[in-house]
């Protein structure tokens, strides 16, 4: 986002905090070091590779939210995969990635009907955010809630859909 907003010859020259690299990656019980942090990113493209190998455009959604007011329906998400990825549909003979951690596997399970288990390369819970990531370059469309996985999605430069709900802030 730096170098898209201030190009590569400003890029040096911000003083932001946000605009510094991050000194550690991961969870609270369990730190990544910053000079480890570079070794994990390279290793996230292959397994990117394995995952998104195969014919047809890949389909991400991301059907859940942390709040059940900012949650669309997962049985519209499926009715709407199901059209995009059906014959004659923008995304024919494409596949599914259902994204979201542990916590979005219920909402998935709507989503996993909408097309054959042959067609779906991931499930909520299976790919860590860095491999997600580096899946997300691969996808042809992401949809979805407020959620962490569409944050992930617009870095990737993938065209999202990001479903808002209310909210208090």
């Not at 669309?72 to 199901?82: L, N």
């Not at 779906?120 to 955010?129: L, V």
């Not at 580096?134 to 993938?158: E, F, T, W």
């Amino acid at each position: 986002l730096v170098h898209a907003i201030a190009g590569p010859t400003q890029r040096a020259s911000l003083r932001h905090p946000a605009a510094r690299p991050p000194r550690d990656v991961g969870s609270a019980s369990t730190p990544v070091r910053h000079h480890e942090r570079r070794r994990l990113v390279d290793r996230q493209p292959g397994a990117a590779r394995g995952r998104t190998a195969g014919r047809g455009p890949i389909l991400a959604i991301a059907p859940g939210a942390d709040w059940v007011g900012k949650t669309w329906p997962a049985e519209r998400f499926a009715s709407v995969a199901a059209r995009l990825l059906s014959p004659g549909g923008p995304l024919a003979a494409g596949r599914l990635m259902i994204l979201g951690d542990s916590d979005a596997r219920e909402a998935g399970r709507a989503v996993k009907l909408a097309v054959t288990r042959a067609r779906i390369i991931a499930e909520p819970g299976q790919i860590d955010p860095l491999a997600t990531y580096a899946c997300l370059k691969h996808v042809r469309l992401a949809i979805g809630n407020d959620s962490g996985a569409m944050q992930l999605a617009a870095a990737a430069g993938v065209p999202t859909l990001a479903l808002f709900g209310p909210s208090d802030e």
